[in-house]
Nanobody, 119 residues
Framework: QVQLVESGGGLVHPGGSLRLSCAASGFSFSNYAMKWYRQAPGKEREWVAGIGDVARAGDVARTYADSVKGRFTISRDNAKNTLYLQMNSLKPEDTAVYYC????????WGQGIQVTVSS
């Protein structure tokens, strides 16, 4: 069965960096687009970033929410079945539970990982 397991969260000061990982299993990872979402306390879950399933024109497609563009980088290692989110210049408003996601006839979610940005 499809499993997604996030890791790498924690507490970081404003301006700091974290790298989240999402270990995928139970499906052909390289054949599916992957996404990161987040949910802050009292708010709805929001899309953060997405990465395509195949390289086109020499690079895989990446998209970002405006709120993280230029600070976050999504990447994938198909040999390791792992999705990443490099988060730089973190702000207190980035505090949330972060989830990785894929859609294979339905949405699949990881258990989520807490990221707290605070001084």
């Amino acid at each position: 069965q499809v499993q997604l397991v996030e890791s790498g969260g924690g507490l970081v000061h404003p301006g700091g960096s974290l790298r989240l990982s999402c270990a995928a299993s139970g499906f052909s990872f390289s054949n599916y687009a992957m996404k990161w979402y987040r949910q802050a306390p009292g708010k709805e879950r929001e899309w953060v970033a997405g990465i395509g399933d195949v390289a086109r024109a020499g690079d895989v497609a990446r998209t970002y929410a405006d709120s993280v563009k230029g600070r976050f980088t999504i990447s994938r290692d198909n040999a390791k079945n792992t999705l990443y989110l490099q988060m730089n210049s973190l702000k207190p408003e980035d505090t949330a539970v972060y989830y990785c996601n894929t859609y294979i006839y339905k949405n699949y979610w990881g258990q989520g990982i807490q990221v707290t940005v605070s001084s």
